[in-house]
């Protein structure tokens, strides 16, 4: 369509707030659970060995996410667009932080002199998989909203279109008019109804009938210029 890099920063920006917000709570959640497992850890007698016990844990229960994510990357199930890099990436987060609050709970600096490699590549990992996982839910909201648009398009402007010569489209749903010869040498000769403006992009105006749907739809590419006369009106 010839969209703007301003204007698919403007029409995908709704597919980053779920991600955006889901990171911002897990954030949260983390810090929270740091601050109490670091109060535990810090207070003696037998916080430091739950706090070490909830880590081993937890790395367990990481194992067989990541089991199942390297499964869903070599297709041995249906995962969704997402559930891949969520798995992947979500264990090995859950398995950096575990380890880090097992080192702290110890009172050794983390990360360790021999972990700093593992935990570079591992942070490396999990962006990557954040990416993933955000491309794919773009992928699935995008596909989404195109579906509830073809079901709904009686919310797009509806478009009366007046050309000079004959479009002969023959689109069920469209209604061409011969227009009346009014004046002399009169411009406009032909008038089309029943179409839906699907957007505007780079000086073209994507026209489609009211009734498109995906087997049987069709879709008309007009240039916004002095050749044609266009009006808009609600659906």
Request: glycine share 14%.
């Amino acid at each position: 369509m010839g969209f703007a890099t301003q204007d698919l920063l403007l029409r995908s920006s709704p597919a980053l707030y779920a991600p955006a917000g889901v990171a911002l709570v897990g954030a949260l959640v983390g810090a929270l659970v740091y601050h109490l497992a670091t109060r535990a850890a810090g207070g003696g007698g037998g916080g430091a060995r739950t706090v070490r016990w909830a880590c081993l844990a937890v790395t367990v229960a990481a194992v067989p996410l990541l089991v199942l994510g390297f499964l869903a990357g070599f297709e041995a199930f249906d995962a969704g667009p997402m559930g891949t890099p969520l798995l992947i990436g979500g264990a090995l987060l859950l398995g950096v932080l575990a380890r880090m609050m097992y080192v702290r709970s110890t009172g050794a600096p983390y990360p360790l002199t021999g972990e700093r490699a593992a935990l570079g590549i591992s942070v490396a990992i999990i962006v990557l998989c954040s990416f993933w996982a955000v491309g794919g839910y773009a992928q699935h909201k995008g596909t989404a909203d195109a579906e509830q648009l073809a079901q709904h398009l009686y919310r797009r402007p509806a478009v009366v279109l007046d050309t000079p010569e004959r479009l002969h489209l023959g689109w069920p749903g469209v209604r061409e008019t011969v227009l009346p010869d009014v004046e002399q040498g009169a411009r406009f000769r032909y008038r089309y109804e029943g179409l839906r403006l699907l957007a505007y992009a780079d000086g073209r105006m994507f026209l489609v009938p009211h009734d498109w749907t995906w087997e049987t739809g069709n879709g008309l590419i007009v240039p916004f210029d002095d050749n044609v006369r266009v009006a808009f009106h609600p659906g």
